[in-house]
Structure formats: C-alpha cells, structure tokens
C-alpha cells in the first residue's frame, strides 16, 4: 500500500486547483450558480473564471447556461452527473488521505 | 487558508441555503417591530396612521435588499430537493408552532409573554443551537403562524383584554431585537463564507 503523502499524486488535477474545486464544491450543494456568485467566492477576475468554467465545461463536469434576466446577462452554472461524481469522489480522496496522514508514523515507511 | 474539509463543508451549507442566509432582507421588518414598541412604549400612543405607512414603506426595502444581494453576491438556485425540504419544513413548522403557540396562549391566558419567549427562544435557538446559522424559514413561518393563532383567538374570546395588554409592547421589541440579532448574525456568516478562496500553488502539494 502507497504512503500517504504518495497518494496525493493521484489526486485530479483538474478537480483539485482551488478555485475549481471551490466552484464544483459549492455547485454540489445547489441546482445552478450564476457567474457572480462564482467570481465573489473564488475572487477570480471574470477572465480567469471563464478560463476555469471552460475547462469543467469541456471535461463535462458542468454546463454553462447563458441567458439574459431582464436587459441583463446572467450565466448560470450547473453541475452534470460526471461533475457531481467527480467532486464527491474527490472529497472522499481528501478526507480519506486526511485520515491516513493522521495516522501515519514515519516508522512505517522504514523496511 | 486553502479550501480545507471544514471550509467546504460551510460552503456547501450556505450555497444550499443561500436566500435564506441574505439576513439583511429581514432587518427592515426587525427595526418596525422595535420602534413600534419602543414608541409604544415610551409615548403610550399607537400610531396607527404612521404604523401603516412606515409598513408600506418598509415593504419596498426587502425588494431593495434582494437587489444589492443579486449584485453582491449573484444568485444561487436550490436543488429541487432542497426546495421541497424546505416546503415540507415550513408546513410543519407552520403546524408545530402554530399549534404549540396557541396552546400556550389559551392556557396561559396571556398572548404577550408567549410571544415574547417565542422571540427570544428564537434568537437564543437561532445563537446557540443553530450556531448562527439561517433559520428564516422556520422563524418566518413561526411568526407567519401566529397570524391565524391570533386571528382565531380574537374569534373565540372577543373582550381581547388578553390581547392589549401593555406586555405586548415589549412582545414588539423583544421580537424585533430577535430579528435583528439573527437577520446580521446570518449576514455574517454569508459575508464570511462567501469571500474568496485564497490562492495555492497546486504543483506544491
């Protein structure tokens, strides 16, 4: 069995840069988040938000919805089914890897 | 501080309960309460004509709340799941408390007290045992409970002498204190959830 530590290797990338992992983990809890929500809680500028979305666009763990309410434009996120799996399988990893570091001695690592 | 277990945790709670933790939206209806009762009070007049302009007024300011919340924060859509907790919450809460509250209020013969423990259990539930967090629903559908409640009772005992007495007053303010304390308290708690996720270097981990 792989160290700790090790297992972090294997953790999704995509999923787990921070902003994206705060976008997927907030969508998780909600039918759909518009653009605003999501740049107030990353504190990204709207281009570097766009660039996240479209990438969790293309790997199909969201769709983005763009619409207008009013004379306003409003984008709205929501998570797909991948997504959904993506980020509770991802969460698991972490709290997973969270428990095994706790009780991991560095004895064990020796031959 | 990264995006850790807990932190997502509390993001997950306040995105699925959104509206409900927009607590500024309520500080209008808690500061009518408290300055109804104070002048009440204070002055020993009912200020009937100014109560229902002040009411009209205040009416428009939760749609102005909603406003600047939209614009701050953005907007968030429950899952239907969610959506039909909530609904179902808020019947049997509605049920519950209304239910409990007029029991009290025939037993005890005294709307005033009751409303006042009401208000205050409510703050000290919404403080302690919630740990701040958003409880509009359920309170809103206790207070919206209490209309039929009361509207009944002045059905049944129509002398109303329990019903004005001066305690009802101060019912006003302790439930306007209570409204208030929670409507910021939730606030907080958005304003501090909501704020953005520092900044890691993933090839770091």
């Known amino acids: 069995m792989s160290q700790p530590f090790e297992e972090l290797a294997s953790l999704d990338k995509l999923v787990h840069e921070p902003a994206r992992l705060a976008v997927l983990t907030a969508l998780s809890a909600a039918g759909s988040a518009d653009f605003v929500f999501l740049q107030r809680l990353t504190g990204l500028n709207k281009g570097t938000l766009s660039s996240h979305l479209s990438k969790l666009e293309e790997a199909g763990m969201v769709q983005i919805t763009k619409q207008f309410r009013g004379k306003t434009p409003n984008t709205a996120v929501q998570l797909t089914n991948a997504g959904q799996t993506a980020i509770d399988q991802h969460w698991q990893q972490i709290n997973a890897l969270h428990e095994a570091a706790r009780h991991w001695r560095p004895d064990e690592t020796k031959p | ?205």
């Open chain 2, 1 to 205: 501080m990264d995006l850790d277990a807990r932190r997502a945790a509390r993001v997950r709670y306040v995105t699925s309960r959104f509206t409900a933790f927009q607590g500024l939206t309520r500080v209008p209806l808690a500061l009518l309460c408290l300055a109804y009762g104070l002048y009440v009070v204070t002055t020993g007049e009912t200020p009937l004509v100014a109560l229902v302009l002040v009411t009209l007024a205040l009416a428009v300011a939760p749609m102005a709340m909603d406003r600047y919340y939209k614009r701050a924060f953005g907007s968030v859509t429950p899952t239907p799941t969610r959506l039909l907790w909530e609904v179902v919450t808020a019947v049997a809460n509605f049920a519950v408390v209304g239910l409990m509250i007029g029991a009290m209020v025939l037993v005890l013969r005294a709307l005033a007290p009751v409303l006042i423990v009401a208000g205050v259990g409510m703050g000290i539930w919404q403080l302690l045992v919630w740990r701040r967090h958003a409880v509009v629903l359920p309170s809103s559908v206790a207070f919206a409970a209490l209309l039929p409640v009361v509207g009944l009772l002045l059905l049944l005992f129509p002398d109303r002498q329990w019903v004005e007495s001066g305690a009802g007053n101060w019912a006003a303010v302790a439930t306007g204190v209570a409204v208030l304390i929670g409507g910021v308290l939730d606030h907080l708690v958005l304003t501090r959830t909501v704020r953005p996720i520092e900044r890691v270097d993933v090839s770091a981990l």
